[in-house]
Each structure stands twice: as C-alpha cells, then as structure tokens.
C-alpha cells in the first residue's frame, strides 16, 4: 500500500472504530473519534519511516517494532491507540500489496505476504482498503464486545475467567 492507502485506511478506521466505542452517534461519538484520528493515522505512518533509513518493508514493518509500540500504553500509560494503526499498516501490506514485510527482521529478511494483493498503482488499490478495513473494524468490533476493553484495555468476563484459571 502507499501513503494514500495507509491514511484513508486509519481515517475509515477511527470513524468505525469511534461509533464502536460510542454508539449513540451523539457529540460523544465524535469527541472518540477526534481522539482515535492522530494517533491511529500517526500510527499508520509511522512504519513508512523507514524509508528514510534503513530497509523499507523491514527496519520498520516487523512483530519486534509493534511490540514496543503495543508496550507504550501498558508501560507509560500513553499512545494507546497508536498501535492499531501499526498493525493495520501492516496487514495491509502483507494482505493488501504483492510484495509483503519482513515481520522477523532483524533476525529473517524473509517477506511474507498473500498472493492476493494489488500493487500500489492499481485501479484495485483502494477497493482492497476499503475490504480490509471493514475486515479490521469487524475484528477489533468482536476484541471490544468479547474480549477486551479498548477504552481502559480491562479485559472482558469471558476472557477474565480464563485467565484466572491459568496455572501459576
């Protein structure tokens, strides 16, 4: 995907995302989604920093660096939403492009991708956004009902249970 892409993905997915959290479609939800829009687009960004140092599609597009990124708000208490917009950078570029990421690097150059993809001059390019989006919106709408908080990041009943009943 290019910058295009990547941004009208992380735009679709803060309004989405916005009435996920927000329902009532009132001043509330439009208040989440001005909150969800700079960091979900910073972070669907941020990965094509590399390309100004480094490897592209692997300095920056990796599991190490969304791990620091998922870290922030457990650790600092900050960014807590940037990290969906790495992520949503990624799946783009692996489900998204013909070319894939290196998601082990330093310690594999391997691209992964799926065949499925468009490059970025297709006339496909922004159809494939906008699927995937609604893809990534339905997965992170089944995170926030079932499985976890997004606004406070507690986990749900269903998923608490389980983890209390984990051996220590």
Not at 13 to 29: F, K, M
Not at 81 to 86: R, T
Not at 96 to 106: E, M, Q, T, V
Request: proline letters at 5%; charged letters at 10%.
């Amino acid at each position: 995907m290019n910058k295009k892409g990547h941004v009208l993905n992380a735009i679709l997915l803060a309004i989405g995302l916005g009435y996920v959290l927000q329902p009532s479609g009132d001043v509330e939800t439009f208040r989440t989604i001005a909150e969800l829009f700079v960091p979900i687009v910073l972070g669907a960004l941020f990965p094509d920093v590399d390309t100004a140092f480094g490897k592209h599609r692997k300095t920056l597009h990796n599991l190490l660096v969304l791990g620091v990124v998922l870290a922030y708000p457990i650790y600092f208490g900050n960014l807590q939403f940037v990290w969906i917009g790495v992520a949503t950078h990624y799946l783009l570029d692996v489900v998204g492009s013909k070319r894939g990421i290196a998601l082990f690097y330093p310690l594999s150059s391997t691209e992964y991708g799926l065949p499925v993809g468009v490059t970025t001059s297709s006339k496909w390019a922004d159809t494939f956004t906008v699927v995937i989006t609604l893809g990534e919106l339905a997965a992170l709408t089944v995170v926030q009902f079932y499985l976890v908080d997004l606004n406070t990041g507690t986990p749900r009943a269903m998923v608490a249970t389980a983890i209390a009943s984990l051996p220590v």
